[in-house]
């Protein structure tokens, strides 16, 4: 069926009858600034203080964006006769934002969470040679980050966490002081219990318990009983027959 001429041209001026009824949805930018999605990826924010320089970030990198340089110093022992410790020393991290294809290759593979994702997309410049920007800007950026998202109501407590807490824990023990024993009490015995034999003393019965044969008592037979006869005892004699003869 050939179409009705003219039908385009209507289609086309209802579309546009119904969008002039409807209210305007242009950002104004940069007067009002656009409500980004929380996992945006702006630009690269660095945390100097967990940076190790263990150059995973740079290695990864697909386009080699970043430079890292440090240096070694030499620690002194935390305990008198350990033994001195070196570490690394970060003096340069700068991304090329000009190479840098936001992949997060970098972000994922930093094992000492030292790098994040910043919705910060305003650092455009006149010349591609300043987007290399050093760590003095990222750590700027650094500020940006959006907190992490609430963990699930069943999820396991993060393994920094538990550690701080259990560190705090054990440093508000050792804070308090120790309780003083009651008076009248053994130090090791809780009160109403009577404490172990103290070295020198007899832990045997008790005064006022029988446990045996006091001295100059006769364990012998007592009256009534026959035990037989007795050492330093005449023997007894054998009883008789009535007729004369022994029993």
């Known amino acids: ?21 409807k209210k305007t949805v242009t950002a104004q930018y940069p007067d009002a600034q656009p409500e980004l999605p929380p996992r945006t990826r702006g630009v690269i924010g660095l945390f100097e203080e967990n940076c190790t320089v263990c150059m995973l970030c740079a290695r990864e990198c697909p386009d080699w964006c970043i ?6 110093e030499t620690v002194p022992p935390a305990a008198p006769g350990g033994r001195e410790r070196s570490r690394n020393v970060l003096d340069r991290f700068a991304i090329d934002f000009a190479l840098c294809m936001y992949c997060g290759i970098c972000i994922e593979v930093c094992p000492f969470d030292a790098l994040f994702w ?30 992490p998202p609430a963990l699930d109501p069943g999820a396991e407590e993060p ?13 508000a023990a050792a804070a308090q002081p120790e309780p003083t024993p009651e008076p009248g009490t053994r130090a090791g015995a809780t009160p109403g219990t009577q404490a172990a034999a103290t070295p020198g003393t007899e832990a045997g019965p008790q005064p006022g318990t029988d ?5 100059g008592t006769d364990v012998g037979p007592q009256p009534g009983t026959d035990a037989g006869p007795q050492p330093g005892s005449a023997p007894r004699a054998k009883p008789t027959d009535p007729q004369g003869g022994e029993s």
């Open 1 to 21: 069926m050939a179409p009705i001429p003219g039908s385009g041209l209507a289609k086309g001026l209802a579309v546009t009858l119904r969008t002039m009824t």
């Open 211 to 215: 446990v045996g044969p006091q001295p």
């Open 159 to 171: 393994k920094e966490i538990a550690a701080a807490r259990k560190s705090a824990e054990k440093l």
């Open 118 to 147: 910043s919705p910060e997309f305003e650092y455009a410049e006149t010349d591609i040679h300043e987007l290399t920007h050093e760590r003095d800007k990222l750590r700027d950026w650094m500020w940006t980050v959006p907190a």
């Open 67 to 72: 430079y890292i340089d440090s240096h070694k």
